[in-house]
């Protein structure tokens, strides 16, 4: 499949986009300006061409700046042929800006694509679950409970830390900046089940 790009140069270290050719398949990528109006004005002709495989849209917030209600309902409507990346790439002078990890899920995620006959696997960009950022979440939701199962994981915090510091890192890496609480515990555990659930909304509404 040929990947077609309408975007900057920010994802250039992970694909190199083709020319486009009349009779083969593609995947387009697309930094739109505001998202919003480009779903609703371009979105439905850039589809109506059966070549096009998927639409991968890319902005340096996560999920193109669109909210996890208007991610779900365009999966709704096109099914696995819409994609907005969970993960946030900036330009070169953005701390968003393509790197590390974000840099290899990317390149993979393009390699997979180009050898693919139809439909891309978006999990492979996005996966569905980020495993510390889900751990996280539920440690905190039980932190803030304050019922007993509180007092068990305060009584473990250093046991628990890696499962921390491992969200941190997929926190930044995924959104592009860094969770404001260094520590997670009672006093903050209701702020981080803000913050973590709302962000995995925005991974649930792009599962297919």
Not at 5 to 15: F, P, Q
Not at 60 to 69: T, Y
Not at 142 to 155: H, P
Not at 162 to 180: F, H, T
């Amino acid at each position: 499949m040929k990947i077609y790009g309408e975007i900057d140069r920010r994802l250039g270290a992970a694909v190199t986009f083709d020319q486009p050719a009349d009779g083969e398949n593609y995947l387009l990528v697309i930094h739109p300006n505001d998202a919003e109006e480009w779903v609703k004005e371009e979105l439905p002709e850039r589809l109506g061409d059966e070549r096009c495989r998927g639409v991968l849209l890319v902005k340096g917030v996560p999920a193109a700046g669109l909210s996890s209600e208007q991610v779900a309902r365009l999966k709704t409507q096109y099914g696995a042929r819409f994609h907005a990346s969970a993960c946030a790439v900036g330009t070169e002078h953005e701390s968003t800006r393509l790197s590390g990890d974000s840099e290899a899920r990317f390149r993979n995620f393009f390699r997979h694509a180009r050898a693919a006959d139809d439909l891309p696997d978006w999990c492979i960009l996005d996966p569905r679950w980020p495993d510390y950022l889900l751990a996280a979440y539920l440690l905190a939701k039980a932190l803030a409970s304050g019922a007993g199962e509180a007092d068990v994981i305060e009584g473990r915090a250093a046991d628990l830390e890696p499962i921390w510091q491992g969200a941190r890192r997929e926190y930044l890496l995924l959104r592009g900046d860094e969770l404001p609480q260094g520590r997670l515990d009672r006093r903050t555990a209701r702020d981080v089940v803000a913050r973590l659930g709302s962000y995995l909304r925005v991974v649930g509404a792009n599962e297919d």
